[in-house]
């Protein structure tokens, strides 16, 4: 069975801090892995990701991928509290895209 | 614009009564696809559409259906709604090797 995991469910952070989001998969067919960011409506589209070891940035956010060991990280470094929202990790097989249960931060002044 | 449109944004229905969500996207996308989002569960695909009169199976396809007539429109028929339906709901379309784009929602309350 296809899935996606992601860890943790929940994090609170001060202002300032550095936070890292966590995404493992199994999927039959990989074709790329996605982060996205929802703030209660639509999510919005973060970074696509699909090869290993080559981080993704923009701005103080950046993402990688391990293909080896089926996984990928989301850092966000001197966090502000406009980036507090659910992270949602979805994988593409081409035919379905199968989502994390996502990770909910929240960044107190 | 680039841009998934969804209608009824919010939508307050009784048992039974069959009700369509119409979900139109811009970016001549041949893939579609529909989600229901639930607190704990995530985003769970109920259909989806590679192409005009392909449609397939997601995840969780029971009490719904869709059709796909036309490139551009993707809607979602709930033929006899029932409570546990009641969810947000996102359609979505995607080019080749591009990201997923999200319409902004149904939230749809079956009582």
């Known amino acids: 069975e296809d899935k996606v995991v992601q860890s943790p469910l929940s994090l609170v952070v001060h202002e300032g801090d550095t936070v890292t989001l966590n995404c493992s998969y199994e999927?039959?067919?990989?074709?790329?892995l996605l982060w996205y960011k929802q703030e209660k409506k639509a999510p919005t589209f973060l970074f696509m990701l699909t090869s290993s070891g080559i981080e993704k940035k923009s701005g103080r956010l950046s993402s990688i991928l391990d293909k080896k060991e089926l996984f990928s990280i989301l850092n966000i470094t001197a966090t502000q509290t406009g980036d507090s929202a659910v992270y949602l990790c979805a994988v593409d097989t081409g035919n379905q895209f199968y989502f994390g249960t996502g990770t909910s931060l929240t960044v107190i002044p | 614009e680039a841009q998934v449109t969804q209608n009824p944004r919010y939508l307050i229905t009784v048992t039974g009564k069959k009700l369509t969500v119409t979900c139109s996207q811009n970016m001549n996308h041949e893939y579609m696809s529909w989600y229901r989002q639930d607190p704990g569960l995530g985003l769970r695909q109920i259909y989806y559409s590679m192409n005009v009169e392909v449609t397939d199976k997601g995840d969780v396809p029971e009490g719904y259906k869709v059709s796909r007539k036309e490139k551009r429109n993707f809607p979602l028929i709930l033929e006899s709604p029932s409570p546990n339906q009641t969810s947000l709901y996102f359609c979505?379309?995607?080019?080749?090797?591009?990201?997923?784009?999200f319409g902004q929602g149904t939230r749809l309350t079956v009582v």
């Open positions: 999927v039959t067919n990989f074709r790329s």
């Open positions: 979505a379309s995607r080019g080749p090797n591009t990201e997923a784009f």
